[in-house]
């Protein structure tokens, strides 16, 4: 009985300590990219897509930096990337996490800097047999203005 219980202990010590790690990791992506995403709207020059009151599932936006213009924000192969210029996309998420609903919906109204308020939705994805028990997605909201 002592053995027994002392292994459910430990399975489940383990198990705990995954759950905490899935956790840790959305939400230090999710935090990273609104971060990422809330800098780039406030430094940029003006915002090319989305127009004005739309919605897009990306957000370019305009520098008056060459090197950096266009700024384009997506997702490819279910990871959230930046372009800056003509440089490559590089990608703000790792293999482990997944983005899904990433969407820009510009804010601005006539004659003011501009604005824009994102979301996305971040999901972990664990390759093993356990990954049902695993799984953890959270939802992220963010909202910048130009300055």
Do not use: C, W
Request: charged share 15%.
């Amino acid at each position: 009985m002592v053995v027994f219980a002392l292994g459910f202990l430990v399975k489940e010590s383990g198990e705990t300590r995954l759950r905490q790690r899935v956790m840790a990791e959305v939400e230090q992506q999710g935090l990273l990219i609104s971060d990422h995403i809330s800098q780039a709207i406030r430094n940029a020059a003006s915002i090319t897509t989305p127009s004005a009151g739309n919605t897009t599932s990306s957000l370019t936006l305009a520098y008056a930096d060459v090197l950096k213009n266009p700024t384009v924000f997506d997702v490819s192969a279910d990871a959230v990337q930046i372009t800056e210029g003509a440089e490559s996309p590089i990608p703000l998420t790792n293999t482990r996490v997944l983005v899904t609903d990433f969407s820009f919906h510009n804010l601005s109204l006539a004659s003011t800097p501009g604005s824009v308020q994102f979301s996305f939705t971040l999901n972990y994805v664990l390759s093993s047999d356990d990954a049902t028990r695993f799984q953890y997605s959270r939802t992220f909201y963010g909202a910048a203005s130009l300055r």
